[in-house]
C-alpha cells in the first residue's frame, strides 16, 4: 500500500504561481511512475503531467504545456508540480497518482491516488 498526502493548494490570482507537493509515503517511491491529475464538479479527472521513476522523462497535457513543470525528489519521497501563469479554468481539486508510466495518463490505470488538493484561480 502507498500512501500520497498532497499539500500547497490554495486560492490564486490569474497569473500568478502555485507549487503543490506530494507526500509518498512508502519505500519504493522510486520505483513508481507519478502523476498528477485534477477534477472540476460534474467532470471526468484528467491528467496533467507525468514523471517516470528517475525523473528524465516527463510528459504533459497539451493544456499546461510550457505552464507547468513537474518534478521529483527521490531522496525526499517527494513529487512537485509547479504551476505559473494560472488561469481561471485550472481550478480544480489535483490529485498526486502513482502508477506504470505506459498507462500513465489514464486514470483507470492508476494504481495509488492521494485526497486532493484545492487550487483555486480568481479572475
Known amino acids: 500500500q502507498v500512501q500520497l498526502i498532497e499539500s500547497g493548494g490554495e486560492v490564486v490570482p490569474a497569473g500568478g504561481s502555485v507549487r503543490l507537493s506530494c507526500a509518498a509515503f512508502?519505500?519504493?517511491?522510486?520505483?513508481?511512475?507519478m502523476a498528477w491529475f485534477r477534477q472540476t464538479p460534474g467532470k471526468e479527472r484528467e491528467f496533467v503531467a507525468g514523471?517516470?521513476?528517475?525523473?528524465?522523462?516527463?510528459h504533459y497535457a497539451d493544456s499546461v504545456m510550457g505552464r507547468f513543470t513537474i518534478s521529483r525528489d527521490n531522496g525526499k519521497n517527494t513529487l512537485y508540480l509547479q504551476m505559473n501563469n494560472l488561469k481561471p479554468e485550472d481550478s480544480a481539486v489535483y490529485y498526486c497518482?502513482?502508477?506504470?508510466?505506459?498507462?500513465?495518463?489514464?486514470?483507470?490505470?492508476?494504481?495509488?491516488w492521494g485526497q486532493g488538493t484545492q487550487v483555486t484561480v480568481s479572475s
Open positions: 497518482a502513482a502508477g506504470g508510466w505506459v498507462d500513465i495518463t489514464w486514470p483507470q490505470k492508476i494504481h495509488y
Open positions: 512508502t519505500p519504493a517511491f522510486g520505483s513508481y511512475s
Open positions: 514523471i517516470t521513476p528517475s525523473g528524465r522523462d516527463t
